[in-house]
């Protein structure tokens, strides 16, 4: 492999994994963009998004109604557009039940406050997917211990896209990848700016006191919100499995962590800011595994973290806020 | 405050540490169980927390990452002190040493970073933590990766052996049954100021000696004219400038003077257990456990805190193996079956811990001491 080819090759792994954070860190930054939350059990609803997946994939395999190693080509997108929408509905609905049942009535406590009982949320949801991954099933590869990584099955075929004899590789998992995430961002987009709940998103956003007064249901628009973000959470944990073939309990920790720090790199309540954090964390990640050494990369993702809050807690896109007395 | 030049323990405080100091009884009462060892690491984990009590509770910053200045500590304490390394300065001297590194630790993190905003900080301490980790597991030639630095001495008595012959000359301590009255069911050396793990009893009145210190130091720390400086900038920092305090500045000694009890804990923690065990021993894990001693005890409250650590890691570190071990010898729990298994529920605990302190107590971390008045 030339160093071209080397170069390449890690880009494409950086904008699939960036892609993936985009959508996680999207979670976030809508969530803090209109409460000011750091949502800090997103990372394990997005673990609990890959379970649910994993389970849906052992479920319709057992029953030999779809074997994913005996699919049809055509079946087999089907067959992951099905998981992404479960699993996104799933999350989606699971982050809405957490609102109401934790932050909502912690809507006016200081943010430290909520940010604890967010925390709190997470550990919670962390001993569900370690009780999840210990349920009795046949589905769960990967050893029998409830915090062993579970394998995920190959849903799609893994021959090289750019022909077999191009050293780069260009796998359909990466094109999967930004088959299904561009038009999620795109619609994303779409509905915040075009239609009437994501004007009112905006308009909470901005002030919420102001939106209320202007007739805008903003419990609604809140809970339109959480549902988005874990949708697209939930959507992630499903790219994420058939990407990298294993989830764990603990996945979404780092996982989340990356998505925090793609948020806060865009500028948090950013929605371009988040996709763009996402790619730049990805292709951070993939150069620092190549060229500084991969025990290292978490430490340099935590180093770009501390080194933006510290410097530019606006991050790239976001605007310069003080902080109201 | 102005009447005494030192205050020494509420009535509460004795409490806990008289609580505390009737546990090695229960191994006299029950020999099977020998809970003195396990017992050191809920006073090294109230150490801990007192240190986070100290950001989080007196001063209204939450810090992530405590267990990183644990961290600090252990591996400081083992660096001053195993074979393979030329300082070796022995018990006493590395724990005071390893205390100052870790407010220099703290002072260094927190000086750019505690005028960010309250959420953006506590991210950025959860980050120092994870840095901290994967940097002592890839050192590895310094701090020999996931092996841990072992082996770490045991704390010894200062002037214990003056104090022994002092006693066998005088002829109290010469024979070897009177240590046997005084120490219950372990038959230990003549030399009743020596430590080992043959003597458990004796550690643990060690290192409670040292919480009671630590306990002291913040008692008298609390409404001194930091304390109170601390108090105020956590009610209201504007308010807290105009009375010519310097949040800034006052902020940091906070963290400084927190990281300090984080790495005494964590050289204790070192010492208890004769290394400093792998780099995943103080991962966030460990901070969010002290963060639940802290708020489930009561912030804000030394005696709280301590008594939170003996409820949360009475609850982690002994109650819940225990259970594990016993329902696994009865045969009524398996590792096959996840739910039945004690120990898988910890998670589960911190977190509605930490969920329900906040949902029930919303004001919890801001708003908690009607003392100030005083």
């Known amino acids: ?325 | 405050m102005a009447e005494r030049r030192f205050s020494f323990f509420t009535r509460g405080q004795c409490i806990v540490l008289a609580l505390l100091a009737a546990t090695p009884l229960l191994d006299l009462a029950f020999p099977s169980i020998q809970l003195s060892g396990p017992m050191r690491t809920v006073v090294v984990y109230a150490i801990l927390a007192l240190g986070l009590n100290v950001v989080v509770g007196w001063t209204g910053l939450l810090n992530l990452g405590i267990a990183a200045f644990m961290a600090i500590g252990a591996y400081a304490f083992g660096i001053l002190t195993a074979e393979v390394y030329p300082f070796q300065v022995g018990f006493w001297w590395a724990l005071l040493l390893s205390g100052a590194i870790g407010a220099f630790a703290g002072w260094l993190l927190g000086a750019p970073t505690l005028r960010l905003r309250g959420d953006y900080l506590a991210i950025v301490t959860l980050g120092f933590g994870e840095i901290v980790q994967d940097g002592l597991k890839n050192l590895q030639a310094i701090t020999k990766g996931t092996e841990g630095i072992n082996p770490l001495p045991k704390p010894t008595v200062p002037f214990g052996a003056a104090i022994q012959s002092g006693l066998e000359i005088v002829g109290i301590a010469s024979a070897p049954a009177a240590t046997k009255a005084a120490e219950g069911v372990v038959a230990a050396s003549s030399n009743w100021f020596e430590i080992s793990s043959a003597t458990p009893a004796r550690w643990f009145y060690l290192y409670l000696i040292l919480l009671a210190v630590v306990i002291f130091f913040c008692r008298n720390l609390e409404f001194s004219r930091l304390g109170r400086q601390w108090f105020a900038v956590r009610e209201d920092e504007l308010a807290a400038r105009c009375m010519a305090i310097e949040p800034d500045k006052a902020k940091l000694k906070a963290f400084a003077a927190g990281a300090a009890l984080a790495a005494i804990a964590g050289a204790l923690f070192a010492s208890h257990l004769a290394s400093t065990g792998e780099p995943a021993n103080y991962d966030f894990q460990v901070s969010i456990l002290a963060l639940c001693i802290v708020i489930v005890g009561g912030i804000g409250s030394i005696t709280g805190v301590v008594l939170g650590a003996i409820v949360m890691v009475g609850l982690s570190n002994v109650v819940l193996p225990a259970l594990t071990q016993a329902m696994q010898r009865a045969g009524i729990g398996s590792t096959e079956n996840v739910l039945s298994s004690p120990d898988n529920y910890k998670y589960l605990i911190f977190g509605l811990a930490l969920v329900l302190m906040m949902r029930f107590r919303p004001d919890g971390i801001v708003h908690t001491r009607k003392a100030v008045k005083k």
């Open chain 1, 1 to 325: 492999m030339t160093e071209t080819e080397v170069f390449l090759q890690q880009v494409i792994y950086g904008l699939s994994n960036g892609m993936i954070i985009a959508l996680v860190a999207l979670g976030y930054t809508m969530v803090y963009g209109i409460v000011e939350l750091i949502n800090f059990a997103h990372g394990d609803v997005f673990t609990l998004g890959g379970f649910l997946a994993l389970t849906v994939v052992g479920a319709l395999g057992a029953a030999a109604i779809l074997d994913p190693n005996t699919l049809s080509d055509s079946s087999h997108w089907l067959l992951l557009v099905g998981l992404v929408v479960t699993a996104g509905l799933f999350c989606g609905f699971l982050n809405v039940a957490i609102d109401k049942v934790v932050y909502k009535p912690l809507r006016r406590a200081p943010k430290l406050t909520q940010l604890v009982a967010a925390i709190g949320v997470s550990f919670i949801l962390v001993n569900i997917a370690l009780f999840w991954g210990g349920a009795p099933m046949e589905v769960f590869g990967g050893g029998n211990a409830a915090a062993a990584s579970k394998d995920f099955p190959e849903i799609l075929e893994g021959s090289n896209l750019l022909g077999e004899d191009s050293n780069v590789v260009l796998r359909l998992e990466d094109l999967a990848i930004f088959v299904i995430t561009i038009p999620l961002m795109i619609g994303l987009t779409l509905f915040v700016n075009r239609t009437r709940l994501g004007r009112g998103m905006r308009a909470t956003a901005q002030n919420p006191i102001a939106a209320r007064l202007m007739g805008i249901n903003t419990d609604r628009v809140i809970a339109a919100t959480f549902l988005i973000g874990g949708f697209l959470g939930g959507a992630a944990s499903v790219m994420w499995a058939i990407y990298n073939n294993t989830i764990s309990f603990q996945m979404g920790f780092r996982a989340g962590m990356d998505a925090f720090t793609a948020a806060v790199l865009g500028g948090i309540g950013s929605l371009p800011g988040a996709m763009i954090g996402g790619v730049l964390i990805g292709l951070i990640r993939a150069m620092s595994d190549q060229y500084i050494e991969t025990r290292w990369t978490n430490v340099v993702v935590f180093g770009v973290l501390i080194l933006i809050l510290v410097f530019r807690p606006s991050g790239l896109l976001g605007l310069k806020q003080r902080e109201k007395v």
